[in-house]
């Protein structure tokens, strides 16, 4: 079956850095998708990544604290700039498992910002 | 946007026990899914479920698009069902993709052997 992986699996982080987070897809897909866990809270869903465009985000959300990257139909990045205590949460990147009508998800990145 | 809730937020069963979750949402949908998150963190799809009726094992989805509503059944739960279950809508009528998704609040499920 289909698999998404993620780097780092978590990370603790000083308030004012950026963190980089990878997302690996074992096929090529055309959407990618990144989504926020905040502590014990639903998913939010912070922007589409599609291959060879610019990233489309949802409000609330701006490219210059979220940029994300695309660069190939496997591969994504969202890098969580200037980090603050209230960006500490889950972030999941998820593509359309190929051949059907259904998403899969990433284990997710734990973030915890001091 | 549209709105999304699911009921009950917790609930607490004995192993071997049925129960059943909803999920109204406030707009027509193109696309509802359920996912169960463990308690590591993982999400894993139940079912693509915007209309009609799946069964997959022990659990099974029914979506009655026309009142905006849909049910998880799960029978005779087992302690691994622990979890929460999401609720995840899209409107995008004519979409190619089923990955923008508006999620429910999620019901915490609690699975005592």
């Known amino acids: ?114 | 946007g549209i709105q999304v809730e699911q009921s009950p937020p917790d609930l607490i069963l004995q192993e071997g026990a049925n129960s059943t979750l909803r999920c109204n949402f406030s707009d027509s949908v193109n696309n509802l899914q359920w996912f169960h998150q463990n308690p590591w963190g993982q999400l894993i799809n139940l079912f693509y479920i915007p209309s009609g009726t799946k069964q997959n094992g022990r659990l099974s989805a029914t979506t009655v698009a026309t009142e905006r509503y849909s049910l998880l059944y799960i029978s005779s739960s087992q302690t691994t069902d622990s979890g929460v279950y999401f609720c995840a809508v899209d409107t995008n009528a004519g979409g190619t993709s089923y990955g923008k998704l508006t999620f429910g609040q999620g019901t915490i499920l609690t699975v005592h052997p």
Request: proline share 6%; glycine share 6%.
């Open chain 1, 1 to 114: 079956s289909a698999v998404i992986s993620q780097k780092p699996s978590r990370d603790i982080c000083q308030r004012g850095t950026s963190l980089t987070i990878q997302c690996q897809v074992d096929s090529q897909v055309t959407m990618m998708f990144w989504y926020r866990q905040q502590p014990g809270q639903s998913l939010t869903l912070i922007a589409t990544a599609n291959q060879g465009s610019e990233a489309t985000y949802e409000s609330g959300f701006v490219i210059d604290k979220f940029p994300i990257s695309r660069p190939n139909l496997t591969f994504s990045t969202l890098t969580v700039s200037n980090m603050s205590p209230e960006d500490s949460s889950i972030y999941l990147c998820s593509a359309d498992r190929p051949g059907t009508d259904t998403q899969y998800f990433g284990p997710g990145t734990r973030l915890t910002v001091l």
